[in-house]
């Protein structure tokens, strides 16, 4: 318990995230609206949309005119999500996003083989090529992150050290490049993540990278999130990716129904409760997840919006 | 983590407490179909029905006949609610139940009034009558438990040293009748739990009742039940109250939507993940979380059904 965070850091990933896995059309002024009330809240990070080509991802072919849109609120990064020269372009010319550039690798082959028809070699190329686009537009590069860290739905668990050697090819790639990362991103894309392996794994890199601190994505397929996150904070962590209402599942996942990410706001009670700042606002942020699921039209996961705050009840009670 | 128990034992409590709450009369035959699936997966105890006034409680006016109807399987207890004199009479008649005795208190003065219109006083009363009640009818009394153990939607936060108060409560009431009690049980009635809490007070609790083992009640109220058993497991709690699919809800609480107790299979995941023997038939669980599903009606809150088992896609790839 000694090493709980005074304070976490929580990166929005919802508006990005969630609504892209939304079967129905979402209006171009609902997203502005989630992404504006979420802005309100005390989040520091939202990540807004996705510049990802319409073909694939149908519901961000509005992209520009969300963020056209936003009533930009100092103090939030407001950031997105482009995976080639095309997008990252399309986000820099809004000029009103932050452009944040990373070195992510998939710690499973399969995963790569299977849905992207790529090989680690490939995508490796694709990386270096990505490296030299962010810094030809001086865009800075700050996180390393490996995807489907903890386990894969078509190559099963993902063993410690094969986590630890796609790691260390970030690592090669961001020193090839004369590039100094400041955080090691852990993703756990589809959900294998148990509390212990977090635990184990976690203390295992930060032991190795003294240097740099660590930030977790965790999606709750099998209802394990808030405990994984629990296990992080035990172990330091104050950096975490969560999506408001649970918004979100795994498009590359074999499975349906499968639920989102970390809650937000589920997560935000957890922190508070511990006595660990979050800055955010809980009743607002509570406003925003009944707003996601109004827009979404379907029940969200997120629990504590359905149970109630404590924060209301002991302000009731007189306390 | 070196406290993890090597094995867990768990209670299922979705028949009798998640049906209950159920809006929409559950058929007697589907009541049946789900214990006797319940029977099949491997759980040791399955709490069955309720022996409560038809008046108060609707859903079990058919407890009988759900009794009657069982299929019994050697080697599972069934176990039934009783309140009261008349209760605990109709359960024994049924002669196909395990009969158990057990004291328990409310840590919550304001839920015993606003709830039970009784005082702590009258409520140490009626624990008297059980007991002698029990011990006219040869009924073992082996467990002592608080209620509304870590925070109370009426009265808000339980200290610790409230906790330990009714828990002395309990044990005095227990010396007075010569029962040595082996096992505390602490319920979370109201979801106010959270795992730094549930770390200290089992911590608390273990060093000042060396002798007993500790059970515990989690409801998911606000999303947070399965860190917390996650904490209780760290601490060495070896037993657990579950409910399928996370059946259920507090109909006591101050709010509706509510989640229900800690989902079964949820947690046979977890514990499973972690090397912890539960004895349970994992596929057949989700056969039966899928049927108590169906049963009800509407969507349950339980994850891993949704996300998809583990085992399942690592058998698919030969590991």
């Not at 997008?87 to 070195?103: F, N, Q």
């Not at 295992?204 to 296990?231: C, F, K, V, W």
């Not at 809650?263 to 957890?270: A, G, I, K, R, W």
């Amino acid at each position: 318990m000694s090493d709980l965070p005074k304070r976490v850091t929580i990166n929005e990933d919802g508006p990005r995230e969630g609504i892209q896995i939304e079967k129905t059309r979402v209006p171009t002024a609902d997203k502005i609206a989630l992404i504006d009330a979420l802005s309100q809240t005390g989040l520091a990070e939202i990540q807004t949309v996705s510049f990802v080509s319409p073909k694939k991802v149908p519901q961000w072919n509005d992209a520009e005119d969300v963020v056209a849109g936003l009533t930009l609120r100092p103090g939030v990064r407001y950031t997105s999500l482009y995976l080639n020269a095309r997008g990252l372009d399309r986000a820099i010319a809004t000029g009103r996003l932050s452009i944040e550039g990373g070195i992510s690798l998939s710690a499973s082959s399969a995963f790569l083989s299977r849905n992207m028809d790529m090989t680690p070699e490939r995508q490796r190329e694709t990386r270096r090529e990505m490296i030299a686009l962010f810094k030809a537009n001086n865009v800075p590069i700050t996180k390393g992150s490996v995807n489907a860290a903890f386990g894969c739905n078509f190559q099963g668990d993902i063993p410690l050290d094969q986590l630890l050697a796609t790691l260390e090819d970030v690592f090669a790639l961001a020193a090839e490049a004369d590039v100094t990362l400041e955080t090691i991103g852990l993703s756990d894309t589809m959900g294998w993540a148990t509390p212990g392996q977090v635990t184990r794994t976690v203390g295992t890199i930060r032991e190795r990278y003294p240097n740099q601190s660590l930030s977790l994505h965790l999606h709750d397929t099998r209802g394990m999130a808030i405990a994984n996150a629990q296990a992080g904070l035990e172990m330091g962590v104050s950096d975490f990716d969560t999506s408001v209402g649970g918004l979100g599942g795994c498009p590359f996942a074999a499975h349906k129904g499968a639920a989102g990410n970390l809650c937000t706001e589920d997560f935000v009670f957890l922190c508070e409760e511990a006595g660990i700042e979050t800055g955010i606002d809980f009743n607002a942020l509570i406003e925003a997840s009944v707003l996601a699921e109004r827009i979404v039209g379907h029940p969200l996961p997120g629990s504590v919006r359905k149970g109630g705050s404590l924060h209301t009840i002991r302000a009731g009670l007189g306390q």
